[in-house]
């Protein structure tokens, strides 16, 4: 009698282990993709000083995600266009920061020149909110290390 009731008690516990790991992979693959598309990204583009006019986000995974097409507009014109983003990565590496592999797929870059061809009409040039300001590397502005970054089929627009 009392095997049985430890077996219980460990069916039990599996079944309740179980149950976390199901929600946790639910919300992986219902609430994260939705959670990134609307508030991540944005407010990604946003500090960037895009305005994100297309954001979708087509396949979040255990092991990569698919995004795409985003198209993010400066003052009102679209700059950036791209059809495609494929991220490869494994949930180890991700404990670590890190991401195996970055495919951007026919991304097309738009920009205007300003009005005596100085300059990228909306962008302000490096260092002219500071004379002092230290340049900022790769490392501070993305929380992640990546293995590696593929631009597949691109295309860069000045009018």
Same mark, same amino acid.
């Given at each position: 009698?009392?095997?049985?009731?430890?077996?219980?008690?460990?069916?039990?516990?599996?079944?309740?282990?179980?149950?976390?790991?199901?929600?946790?992979?639910?919300?992986?693959?219902?609430?994260?993709?939705?959670?990134? !598309?609307?508030?991540?990204?944005?407010?990604?583009?946003?500090?960037?000083?895009?305005?994100?006019?297309?954001? !979708?986000?087509?396949?979040?995974?255990?092991?990569?995600?698919?995004?795409?097409?985003?198209?993010?507009?400066?003052?009102?014109?679209?700059?950036?266009?791209?059809?495609?983003?494929?991220?490869?990565?494994?949930?180890?590496?991700?404990?670590?920061?890190?991401?195996?592999?970055?495919?951007?797929?026919?991304?097309?870059?738009?920009?205007?020149?300003?009005?005596?061809?100085?300059?990228?009409?909306?962008?302000?040039?490096?260092?002219?909110?500071?004379?002092?300001?230290?340049?900022?590397?790769?490392?501070?502005?993305?929380?992640?290390?990546?293995?590696?970054?593929?631009?597949?089929?691109?295309?860069?627009?000045?009018?």
């Amino acid at each position: 009698m009392a095997i049985s009731i430890l077996k219980r008690r460990w069916f039990i516990a599996l079944m309740g282990c179980g149950c976390i790991v199901g929600g946790l992979l639910a919300a992986l693959v219902f609430y994260l993709p939705g959670h990134i !598309e609307q508030r991540i990204l944005p407010r990604l583009a946003a500090a960037a000083g895009f305005d994100p006019g297309q954001l !979708e986000i087509r396949r979040v995974g255990l092991t990569g995600a698919d995004i795409g097409p985003i198209q993010l507009r400066l003052n009102d014109a679209p700059c950036i266009d791209i059809p495609a983003i494929q991220i490869n990565y494994s949930i180890v590496g991700l404990f670590r920061r890190s991401i195996d592999d970055v495919i951007i797929s026919g991304m097309q870059l738009t920009l205007s020149l300003n009005h005596d061809a100085t300059g990228i009409t909306g962008l302000t040039p490096t260092g002219a909110h500071s004379a002092h300001a230290a340049p900022v590397g790769l490392e501070t502005l993305l929380p992640f290390e990546m293995k590696r970054v593929q631009l597949r089929n691109a295309l860069i627009t000045l009018q």
